[in-house]
């Protein structure tokens, strides 16, 4: 027989520090989507190359990136370089190991953008007089974007959530300040709850500001 009784005054009282962890949350995915997208646009075009260092390079990273654990890449990151003397704060070891999941799988992601577009456009460009740097910027880029618009969404997304694996490095972003909070009042099942829907309104917030402005921009 279901005999639970809720608590949701002591959630209340805790809010104010769930709705901090829902911050560095959110400064952790987006710091790592910037220097995602960095490392990303590099790794895409050296994929492309097909051969050389570059190539050996970005491919090793899109691969480890890609067929290992999220949690294994922060491990990593955080008491891999802890056992060379390396020692970053949880924070930025969270931003340094989402930041290599991220490009890995952008920049995957972006190969298959350039991949769509016809070579023969890019060759069309530079016969009339344009650049390289001008007919990638204003050719290639513009179609680059629209194919890898809404798979960069689904990273973004994919990044917030898997930004909870602070806590296991002692984080306090969402799940971390929810764990905390709970291991204090034992109100286990209210606290995840509104952790739940935290993240969902979130998630939701960057699908619908995203739907937005696909409308705006490509009138879809």
Known sequence: MFNYTFYWSIVWEKFPELLQ????????????????????????LWRRAREGVGHAFATGWVELAR???ALFQVYMVYFGLGSLHIHLPSYFAMVAALTFNNAGYLAETFRGGL??????QLSAARSLG??????????VFPQ???????????????ALLNSSLGMIIGLRELTGATQAAQSESFRTFEFFIVAACIYYVMAKAIETLAQLASWRLFGR
């Open 21 to 44: 962890g829902a911050r560095i949350t959110l400064e952790v995915t987006i710091l790592s989507m910037i220097f995602g997208t960095a490392l990303a646009l590099p790794l895409s």
């Open 67 to 69: 067929n290992t654990p």
């Open 115 to 120: 991949n769509s577009v016809p070579p023969q």
């Open 130 to 139: 344009m650049s390289a740097f001008s007919a990638y910027a204003y050719v």
């Open 144 to 158: 680059v974007f629209q194919v890898v618009f809404f798979p960069y969404v689904n990273q973004l997304n994919w």
